[in-house]
């Protein structure tokens, strides 16, 4: 997932950034109001995660407030220390999705994140993803190819994940950049080929059929030659 966070904790932020980032998701920053709604604004995610309170003139609520009055529906997580009743039902009628009071358990988090994604998906029991005969279980984060188990690595398991859900197109690199890892920008590394091949090795390794392509001159492509 591509997540924003915006929070003024620099402790709280860093290990919500951190945790997110070793399970293999992209996560943007903003530590006030002003930046958070400009990335919110501008910026396309699975996931945003606003703490209520926030120096300057725009807090979380107003920054949802916003974004929900422009259209933007992507799935709001309010992180906040105010725990009362009429605080997560104000946070809530503001146009966030779910509530979670500070302080709080990082597991319960990630799972709140990874519900809110699968509802704006529209179904909520889809969380197998299937290429041919390779098959990715979202939630057990188990992968398998003609029911041979397969290993991977948090980030190869997003990279896998990303073809996945693009499956039969050219992906570039810089979607790749972009949504697998956090780069806006082209840093002159190896990172994607290195993974790619490593990646290729898991899930082609032994079968006849290759599943996962070069497309020269422009990206990958998941899917099997016909």
């Known amino acids: ?3 924003l966070l915006v929070e003024d904790n620099e402790r ?13 998701h992209v996560v943007d920053l903003a530590d006030n109001g002003r930046d958070g709604l400009f ?10 995660i606003f703490d209520r309170m926030l120096p300057g003139d725009i807090d979380g609520l107003a920054i949802i407030e916003v974004l929900r009055k422009t259209g933007n529906k992507v799935p709001i997580l309010i992180l906040s220390a105010l725990a009362e009743v009429d605080d997560r039902i104000q946070g809530l009628r503001a146009g966030g999705d779910d509530y979670l009071t500070k302080p709080f358990a990082f597991g319960e988090l990630e799972a709140r994140l990874d519900a809110l994604v ?5 179904n909520s029991n889809e969380t197998v993803l299937t290429v041919g005969n390779l098959k990715m ?4 984060h188990k992968v398998s190819r003609g029911g041979r ?3 991977l690595q948090p980030r190869e398991f997003k990279l896998l994940e990303y ?3 693009h499956a039969g197109q050219v992906v570039t690199r810089t979607m790749l950049l972009e949504n697998v890892w956090d780069y806006h920008f082209d840093p002159q590394t190896n990172v994607i080929d290195v993974h790619v091949s490593k990646l290729r090795q ?3 390794a032994d079968f006849d059929r290759p599943l996962l392509q070069t497309v020269r001159g422009a990206g990958y492509r998941l899917g099997a030659d016909d």
């Open 202 to 204: 898991k899930i082609d």
């Open 1 to 3: 997932m591509k997540i």
């Open 118 to 122: 699968r509802r704006a998906q529209g």
């Open 163 to 165: 073809l996945m859900r």
């Open 149 to 151: 188990p397969i290993q």
């Open 137 to 140: 279980d979202l939630l057990s």
């Open 39 to 48: 990335l919110g604004s501008t910026e396309s995610y699975d996931v945003m």
């Open 12 to 24: 709280v932020s860093l290990f919500v950034a951190k945790g997110l980032r070793e399970a293999g």
